[in-house]
């Protein structure tokens, strides 16, 4: 099979499997706490989950594919919430498993030639040592943060996952960044990171990276800093396919949901996408 150099990179979060208004399979799963159908919620975010993707094989093209699940795979059992269906582990892996299963199909993840990757996800979601998405990237065999060795243990999951994708680098994990709760300082905490990053790379401390990728918030932001002719950082924060919890709620009106992916070409061109849906999840009442 031919390999092109041409390239796709698609990080893909917060999937949350387990919680009530997060991604579910579009049938009923027989669950160890008892049989689960997707509630109205659930069916809207995954409407908006095929449809991206079926975006995403359609921009990938010929390209080869490089996927990384950037955390949060399942909700865990967490600061006491209601809105679990199921807080047993088994369960959520089961659960995130299998529509992990459906993302490499549908957009045609091919072993010989794509490469899928994992990073650790917030402990308090995954928990401890994220031992939870372990478990899945094991049972997907996914690139190893530790390969095998005579005296190491296998480990899959990558806290910082650095890479280099036609002349073009990335540093991707899933906490990392911060956005404001005003509209004029959403940008400020990538802003001040990107700058953070150009200064310990002064005094020699970091290694610079084209693009800064992290997930966790569940909310779309992007940064750019040009602090030189020559040099152009830029940080991004993926959605999520969670919509809003209880928790979420005193901080944003809509609801968001989707997928942020590059595509990088043999001669390092860069194209950024960004398959999102916002939704008002409340009515104007007429009296």
Request: with cysteine.
């Amino acid at each position: 099979m031919k390999t092109y150099k041409d390239a796709i990179l698609v990080p893909i979060s917060d999937i949350h499997s387990g919680g009530s208004t997060a991604l579910f399979p579009d049938h009923q799963m027989q669950l160890a706490v008892g049989n689960r159908e997707p509630g109205y919620i659930q069916k809207i975010i995954r409407r908006q989950w095929l449809e991206s993707l079926d975006l995403i094989k359609q921009r990938r093209n010929k390209r080869r594919l490089i996927l990384v699940l950037n955390g949060d795979m399942v909700d865990g059992d967490h600061h006491g919430s209601v809105e679990n269906f199921s807080t047993l582990q088994a369960d959520q892996v089961e659960i995130a498993c299998e529509l992990i299963d459906e993302l490499l199909q549908r957009i045609g993840f091919d072993s010989k030639t794509d490469k899928l990757y994992m990073t650790k996800g917030t402990y308090v979601h995954a928990g401890k040592q994220a031992q939870a998405e372990e478990q899945i990237a094991r049972n997907f065999d996914a690139v190893p943060f530790i390969s095998a060795g005579e005296e190491e243990q296998t480990r899959y999951l990558h806290h910082q996952l650095k890479l280099s994708i036609n002349g073009r680098r990335f540093n991707i994990q899933h906490e990392g960044a911060t956005v404001g709760r005003r509209p004029w300082t959403e940008d400020n905490g990538l802003f001040y990171l990107l700058k953070t990053k150009w200064f310990k790379h002064l005094q020699g401390k970091h290694d610079l990276a084209d693009y800064y990728i992290y997930s966790h918030l569940h909310q779309y932001q992007q940064a750019t800093y040009a602090p030189q002719p020559d040099v152009t950082l830029n940080a991004r924060i993926t959605p999520a396919w969670q919509f809003r919890t209880s928790y979420a709620e005193k901080f944003d009106e809509m609801d968001k949901v989707g997928n942020y992916y590059l595509t990088i070409d043999s001669d390092g061109t860069v194209k950024e996408y960004l398959d999102q849906l916002e939704y008002m999840s409340t009515q104007v009442v007429k009296l």
